[in-house]
């Protein structure tokens, strides 16, 4: 099972450093590790540092991660998975987002930046 992550910057300032994480309390597969979603395309490098990619507004960037379905999941008939983004902006606050809930299946996610403090 593959989730691609389309993060999307639709504010109106820079998000800076935007990575994209999975936490257990929103995940109900059962089968383990959790999904570890990694940086494919998009994006560029609006702090100078080169490490995590940054988005210019309206620019988005996408990731992907693979999950292994177990027989469980099948039985449960579905796999409800959240995943969130972490970013920081202008002021070097850190704020997250929410991604859409999936089922299982081959998804996009798509992310809606910012802003949830
Ligand atoms: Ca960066």
């Known amino acids: 099972m593959s989730y691609t992550y389309i993060v999307q910057n639709i504010g109106s300032s820079f998000a800076f450093d935007v990575t994209v994480s ?3 309390g929103l995940f109900t ?8 979603p ?3 395309s ?4 609006e702090d100078g ?3 995590a990619i940054d988005l210019r507004p309206g620019a988005s960037a996408t990731f992907t ?12 008939g579905q796999v ?19 991604l859409m809930t999936v089922t299982m299946a081959t998804v996009i996610q ?3 930046l910012p802003k949830l403090y």
């Open 38 to 40: 990694a940086y494919q």
């Open 22 to 24: 999975e936490s257990a």
């Open 65 to 76: 991660a693979v999950y292994t379905i177990n027989q469980q999941d099948i039985n449960s």
């Open 49 to 51: 540092e080169g490490d």
């Open 29 to 36: 597969g059962t089968n383990t590790p959790l999904p570890t």
């Open 80 to 98: 409800d998975n959240q995943a969130i983004a972490n970013a920081v902006d202008d002021n070097e606050i850190q704020f997250q987002m929410f």
């Open 42 to 45: 998009g994006g560029t490098n």
């Open 110 to 112: 798509r992310m809606i």
